[in-house]
């Protein structure tokens, strides 16, 4: 379908990759790997003929249609969501209008027997034919699917597209380059502004598309879920890898133990072979051999190896004062927007040390509950913060915590403490600032790069809670990798908003689920949580229960079956946790009456027990719902 030959890319004279080389075939659904600036957007612009290559080319088998997920959005002003999902069918509104036209005419022409009719009624026949093949009839069924499916509801498909948000107008985008059926598609991080329920929705098409998928993505499971292959930009050049993320992780790993074991012996050679040319230049026979050596040296291609161990970047927030033992405790908290409620009745109580996960669909209030949590807005109820508690707070939009007159360098500064201050290069070169980057003033940065910016002055702040907001929104998949290591040993409360199962795996060990209005706590870990809600993902949360209406269940007796399964399985986990805290509580006990316990004992003692009372609690509940 596509061949690209020996491609090349350089500004002057600085190769972002060169002599790349590679054929797409039908069915390929591809993931381009490689740090930030690598040229992975680059390469989806050539292969999208929307930017030339300095060298090579790339040749396509036929009529191979190409269609590309740009972030610039271009719409006719005045258009509604539907009318722009619909404008996809150039080619078939063409012909609609066509038939219209015929049809119009057979039904006001009587002169049934002429010649003129009979070619009228063989040309609406002809025009019906291809209608019905390119699949004219099915047109208003596939843009209902595909628009349901990236997150609109049916009273949204006559709103203007003026009426939404850019985020929501690049799902309308989205809908138009996979209503065209392309033979190849090409992709520039599609999962950003979409909720859950819409990455999953994307991410079952993709893995049926008939065509082949380019991609490039942060998103390390929706690679996994959907790439059966990668190439990888790494030193200047293109690697191929029969493989999706995590298996080229593997093969990458394995690679780079053999380049560096090359690496070695070349270092050895090289310096061998310099000593010799130093030795037999100093004796006029051995002149032109040392010349031949050198030129030996010249033509060597050094090998160059990639640094991409995230785990030696030991970045840590800032600590802060110990907190109390209640950190939030929320009673009867409600939140409406004119006559839209968002959510209401919840009862929350965070405690000190705890790491919690806000889950669901976009638009159920995980956001907007952070925010009343931060009190940026105003609500119905009660927040109280306990005693010392320090909140470090990200937020989506960062145009309110940066000074755009500061460059990042300043920013950061500004935020570092006398602990930090000599920490403030090294972290924000995490975060992908470096060199000449740390002068730029934070009025030209992206969306992205505040973001960014924002998540490196946390880290150099102290702080004993964190409220993030979607905090992997523009990372990529290193710098993911850092911000994780970072929370998995922040001591302090953190309170994560997220869809990324990834990302939340080993941080969040209780969840709490946003859905219809409101508010549910779940004691576990994510895993423990997606296993309760019978979900292999965390993106298909609410398809479980779409599948469940559609399946439906043979009777009520098999429904109250496959319940009691769900409900057994949770109760054994919990006689399990029970049974822990019950041995962790006598051996305390033991050990207080041998010797006086300390303060510190005693709080701890407390916890537990608060802890295995809530345990009991949870374990009552389900078993009388069997």
Not at 92 to 103: G, S
Not at 151 to 172: N, Q, Y
Not at 186 to 195: F, Q, R, S, V, Y
Request: contains cysteine; hydrophobic residues 35%.
């Amino acid at each position: 379908m596509l061949y690209a030959q020996k491609l090349g890319v350089h500004f002057a004279g600085n190769y972002l990759f060169s002599d790349a080389t590679f054929r797409i075939n039908k069915g390929d659904r591809t993931g381009l790997s490689g740090k930030n600036g690598a040229g992975k957007s680059t390469l989806l612009k050539i292969l999208a003929k929307q930017q030339p290559s300095t060298e090579g080319e790339v040749n396509y088998e036929g009529d191979v249609s190409v269609g590309y997920l740009s972030q610039d959005i271009d719409f006719v002003e005045g258009n509604t969501v539907w009318q722009e999902a619909e404008s996809a069918y150039e080619k078939l509104n063409a012909l609609k209008i066509k038939m219209d036209e015929v049809n119009h005419q057979l039904s006001t022409r009587t002169d049934y027997e002429s010649d003129v009719y009979h070619d009228l009624i063989h040309e609406i026949s002809h025009l019906t034919e291809r209608y019905t093949m390119l699949g004219g009839y099915n047109k208003d069924a596939d843009i209902e699917k595909i628009l349901k499916g990236l997150g609109f509801k049916a009273k949204d498909f006559h709103r203007l597209t003026s009426e939404f948000s850019g985020g929501w107008r690049m799902r309308v985008e989205l809908a138009k380059l996979l209503l065209k059926k392309h033979d190849i598609l090409l992709l520039d991080e599609p999962t950003n502004h979409l909720d859950i329920d819409s990455i999953m929705w994307l991410e079952d098409f993709l893995k049926n598309y008939e065509g082949a998928v380019i991609m490039v993505s942060h998103d390390k499971l929706f690679l996994d879920n959907v790439t059966n292959r990668t190439l990888d930009i790494s030193n200047k050049k293109v690697h191929d890898y029969k493989a999706n993320y995590s298996k080229f992780v593997a093969l990458r790993d394995e690679r780079l133990i053999q380049l560096k074991a090359e690496q070695k012996n070349q270092e050895q050679y090289i310096k061998h072979t310099e000593q010799l040319i130093n030795k037999f230049r100093a004796k006029a026979s051995k002149a032109s051999t040392a010349k031949s050596l050198q030129k030996k040296l010249e033509r060597l291609d050094v090998i160059e190896i990639e640094d991409v161990d995230v785990h030696k970047m030991n970045i840590q927030f800032e600590p802060s004062q110990r907190a109390g033992k209640v950190i939030f405790k929320m009673e009867n908290v409600a939140k409406s927007y004119g006559d839209k409620k968002i959510f209401s009745d919840v009862n929350l109580e965070i405690v000190r040390g705890e790491k919690v996960a806000f889950v669901g669909q976009n638009g159920q209030g995980k956001t907007t509950l952070a925010r009343c949590m931060v009190n940026e807005v105003d609500f119905a109820g009660e927040i109280q913060h306990g005693h010392n508690v320090e909140v470090g707070y990200f937020a989506q939009n960062q145009h309110h915590v940066l000074q755009d007159h500061h460059t990042v360098l300043e920013e950061a500064e500004h935020a570092a403490t006398e602990s930090t201050r000599l920490k403030v290069r090294d972290i924000l070169g995490a975060f992908l600032f470096s060199g000449e980057n740390v002068e730029k003033k934070v009025k030209v940065l992206s969306g992205g790069e505040r973001n960014r910016l924002a998540l490196a002055k946390l880290l150099l702040h102290p702080s004993n809670v964190l409220i993030m907001d979607e905090p992997t929104n523009h990372l990529d998949i290193q710098s993911k990798e850092i911000l994780k290591n970072a929370l998995n040993n922040y001591e302090g409360t953190l309170i994560l908003v997220s869809h990324d199962r990834e990302f939340l795996q080993g941080l969040a060990e209780k969840i709490v689920e946003f859905k219809d209005g409101k508010v549910k706590e779940f004691l576990g870990n994510i895993d423990e949580y997606l296993e309760y809600r019978k979900a292999q993902n965390m993106r298909e949360i609410e398809k479980v229960e779409k599948k469940e209406i559609s399946k439906g269940f043979k009777n009520s007796e098999d429904k109250k079956e496959s319940e009691n399964q769900v409900i057994n399985k949770e109760i054994s986990k919990l006689e399990k946790i029970i049974f822990t805290l019950e041995e962790e509580a006598a051996t305390q006990e033991k050990a207080f009456a041998e010797k006086n316990p300390t303060e510190e004992e005693l709080k701890n003692y407390e916890e537990l027990k608060e802890k295995l009372n809530q345990a009991m609690k949870d374990w009552e509940q389900l078993s009388l719902q069997l």
